[in-house]
């Protein structure tokens, strides 16, 4: 590779550059550079190159050379984007890092980590942003024409462009249109990430003198006394709590919104809007100024102390023991140091309360990254992290792949979630662990945080590979919550449950609904009914491309495949044997409401699953309604566990564990002890111990004694001994291929030739070929085939090498025509 520096190229020297282009090819392609450029050229810019017979993309130079390849004739490069490059050497290194990791190639790495707008290609499409004001007279003439065509025809393609200017190289001008916010890219067109605004109401302090008040007072309870009511109910609120917003006045004084706003316009009251937190009730924990309590400060020492000799620092801390207090001292101390810090968050929702509180601190140093932003705000941030002007990024997975230039610290919120493995398309990366790669190549300090960590971050931490730190108690001295579990089927018996909540849970609702408190109601399963059934003759609707039985849902009274998003109209005659018998088997969350609905008809009931959070905002609004008690009771999937903190949420009822306990995965019992722990871990985070119900037919399962026992060790100590038995990890490596064909007989030869090929190397190493759980989504026949390889004495990448080499001789038989074939790396 050669290094050239800026200006030293003298006109006639013939230069090449390998490229990434944006695509699932095996070897980068290579292009020559026309004289007039050479002293544009370096790596980590963009340039427009042409690949195939017409087709034009946005590839990143990863070398430079005089070396022209051998076996074709290098075309040469149509434009440069760039002034300075917006990929960085170590993340070209992380880019071949995780492409050979993760048995995948550069180009795939390199469309999963840029924004859309940053590798235009001809069929990307075009848009004219709708929330900017286009001042024609400051267009040129090409500017002008796009901006015509495109109010004639919403979407255009780059290929459509270009012909419409009657030249190749339209990349460019794009670009400027994108930086100056006249156009967006469709495929990522969405509306703008809103804060959350909330009125606040702060007394006008002409009236902190008693004796105004006190005529106020007098005026206001003979001409109106709702509005002294709302005048004491404020007082009474300010004592208690810094700022009191207009919802909580309106609730704690019984009076309407019309009459606050009558005391606005009298000047009585001022009212001032502010971005608040959406999963914050109150911002006790996340003052400028907090305290840490003892267990906390004994805990940020450890961590220091841990991170003199170990790059990698586990925090196993309890729910509620005030983790993220701890991760924010880190960070400040890091910024002030002058380094970056990356924090990853399972879930793009978390990220609010988190910012809110750095905001005070560093202003606008502070970036958020994640796909909820349109690709202007995205490409924004890419530019801020390159500049070093973001100094602290806060985001879901994808943040791993941002500009970093001086990263010194890297948190990794909840290290256990499964939200962190990028399963389709490719890289299948697991955010965590290319986060600890990140930091040992930046020299960056790792922490990984969780109430219920990973077997593999434990049994790291305990062999002495990462550090380890715990925090045992809750913070402000919270006990933890008590959990009930009740038989279903004992109650089924004695016919003492309704519907699909025994009287237990039934009772503990009803008892926090008259106290004014809320609840929340888990089942990892959504929509109505997982199966329709008829009782003749036993038919049950399937989907026509995947292998699953469709679920009902009520809200469309459709029935939908959760594998492809087909849909069809639910039937009210069986199409095998006309029967009207048809039942509705198992429930959802969309039952469970349902069901609430009748039994408690005067509660506030909502739902949060992927089914009514799919519109822009739906997530952060439901957070919004409980927050402000507008929801008594919601029922949830997974989405309910992760990181809500409400202080009027005093009982979680789990529906059925069996779902979780039942399922064939050797993570079952991990899984399942971490989704039951963070869900338990919402109830009574605030002054008030919890309850948990957990409804079972199994209540003397292991998991769920450990569950209540809150004792994780007893659960990795048992789960260790199984997994070293059967070689599963932390003590074994696994690699997963799945061969795709759309004939299931042609799959079954090509899934036993590759299994054959394999075994050839690695024995009694490779299991399989299989179906997996679902042998077939979107009319491909999946066969799966596992490989187990452990940790002593074998190469993994030699391994990986000759897991390529048998891939790449089976694409060259005449037996691969029409597979795909995908390998995955530690695939659970």
């Not at 507008?630 to 949830?636: E, F, T, V």
């Amino acid at each position: 590779m050669l290094e050239f520096a800026e200006g030293q190229h003298t006109d006639r020297k013939t230069l090449f550059v390998e490229v990434i282009l944006p695509l699932a090819i095996a070897i980068n392609y290579t292009y020559r550079v026309p004289f007039e450029m050479n002293d544009e050229v370096a790596v980590g810019k963009r340039v427009v190159v042409q690949f195939g017979k017409s087709k034009m993309y946005t590839a990143i130079i990863a070398r430079i050379s005089e070396q022209a390849p051998e076996k074709y004739e290098a075309k040469y490069i149509m434009d440069i984007l760039d002034a300075a490059p917006i990929v960085s050497l170590q993340q070209l290194q992380f880019w071949a890092w995780l492409a050979d990791y993760y048995l995948c190639n550069t180009g795939e790495v390199m469309n999963a980590a840029l924004p859309s707008a940053l590798k235009l290609a001809s069929e990307t499409k075009i848009e004219l942003n709708k929330e900017y004001e286009i001042d024609r007279n400051t267009l040129n003439d090409r500017e002008y024409l796009i901006v015509d065509a495109l109010e004639i025809q919403p979407e255009l393609t780059v290929s459509d462009i270009a012909k419409l200017l009657g030249q190749k190289t339209v990349m460019p001008i794009l670009k400027l249109m994108f930086e100056k916010n006249i156009i967006l890219i469709s495929e990522e067109v969405s509306d703008r990430y809103k804060p959350r605004m909330r009125t606040f109401i702060t007394l006008n302090p002409v009236y902190r003198d008693p004796d105004q008040l006190k005529e106020l007072f007098s005026i206001l309870e003979k001409r109106a006394p709702k509005q002294a009511d709302a005048v004491l109910a404020y007082i009474q609120l300010s004592r208690k709590q810094k700022a009191v917003s207009k919802n909580e006045l309106t609730e704690a004084s019984g009076a309407g919104s019309a009459i606050i706003k009558s005391l606005i316009e009298k000047e009585v009251f001022f009212a001032e809007e502010k971005n608040v937190s959406r999963l914050q009730s109150g911002d006790d924990e996340l003052e400028a100024n907090f305290e840490l309590s003892e267990a906390q400060l004994v805990a940020l020492g450890e961590i220091r102390q841990e991170f003199e000799g170990k790059d990698v620092v586990l925090l196993h801390g309890v729910t509620s023991s005030g983790k993220t207090q701890l991760f924010i001292r880190l960070i400040e101390e890091m910024v002030n140091s002058g380094r970056q810090v990356l924090y990853l968050l399972p879930e793009i929702a978390l990220t609010t309360h988190i910012v809110e509180r750095l905001r005070k601190y560093f202003g606008n140093a502070i970036g958020v990254y994640h796909s909820r932003f349109n690709d202007n705000e995205r490409v924004e941030v890419w530019q801020k992290v390159l500049s070093g002007q973001y100094r602290v990024v806060l985001g879901a997975r994808s943040s791993v792949f941002l500009p970093f230039s001086n990263l010194g610290l890297i948190v990794v919120d909840e290290e256990h979630e499964t939200s962190y493995k990028q399963f389709d398309p490719a890289p299948r990366y697991n955010a965590r662990d290319a986060a600890i790669y990140l930091g040992n190549m930046y020299k960056a300090k790792v922490l990984l945080g969780s109430a219920t960590p990973s077997m593999e971050s434990y049994y790291n931490a305990h062999n002495g590979k990462y550090g380890f730190v715990e925090l045992t108690e809750r913070f402000g001295g919270v006990e933890m919550p008590t959990t009930e579990v009740v038989s279903i089927a004992e109650e089924t018996k004695k016919k003492t449950i309704q519907s699909h909540f025994t009287s237990v849970l039934m009772n503990d609702i009803t008892t926090a609904l008259a106290n004014k408190e809320q609840v929340i109601l888990f089942q990892n399963r959504r929509g109505y009914a997982p199966i329709i059934i008829c009782k003749v003759c036993a038919y049950t609707p399937k989907c026509i491309n995947c292998d699953v039985s469709l679920t009902y849902h009520k809200s469309s009274g459709k029935l939908h495949c959760h594998y492809c998003g087909y849909k069809e109209e639910s039937p009210s005659v069986c199409p095998a044997c006309g029967s009207t018998q048809l039942e509705y088997k198992g429930f959802g969350t969309e039952k469970v409401e349902d069901e609430l609905k009748l039994l408690l008809p005067e509660a506030r009931i909502a739902r949060m699953d992927l089914d009514t959070t799919r519109s822009k905002n739906a997530f952060q609004n439901i957070l919004n309604d409980l927050d402000e008690h507008r929801i008594d009771i919601l029922a949830g999937t997974q989405m309910v566990a992760k990181g809500l903190d409400f202080a009027g949420v005093t009982v979680i009822g789990i529906i059925s564990a069996d779902s979780l306990l039942k399922y064939p995965d050797f993570r079952a019992n991990e899984r399942a002890f971490q989704m039951l722990s963070q869900v338990s871990g919402r109830a009574g985070r605030r002054g008030k111990q919890g309850k948990v119900v957990i409804q079972t037919y199994d209540p003397g399962h292991r998991v769920i004694k450990q569950v209540i026992e809150n004792d994780y060790v007893d659960l990795y100590n048992t789960e260790m001994t199984e997994r070293k038995s059967f070689k599963y990890p932390p003590f074994y490596r696994l690699i997963q291929l799945d061969i795709k064909h759309k004939d299931p007989e042609v799959l079954y030869h090509q899934a036993e030739y590759l299994a054959k090929e394999l075994r050839k190397h690695f024995d009694d190493r490779v299991i399989g070929p299989e179906y997996p759980l679902v042998g077939r989504i979107r009319n491909y026949f999946i066969k799966s085939i596992m490989m187990k390889f452990e940790k002593d004495g074998i190469s993994l990448p030699k391994v990986k090498a000759t897991i390529k080499d048998v891939i790449l001789q089976f694409n060259t038989t005449k037996l691969s025509k029409g597979s795909i074939i995908q390998p995955d790396v530690d695939p659970y």
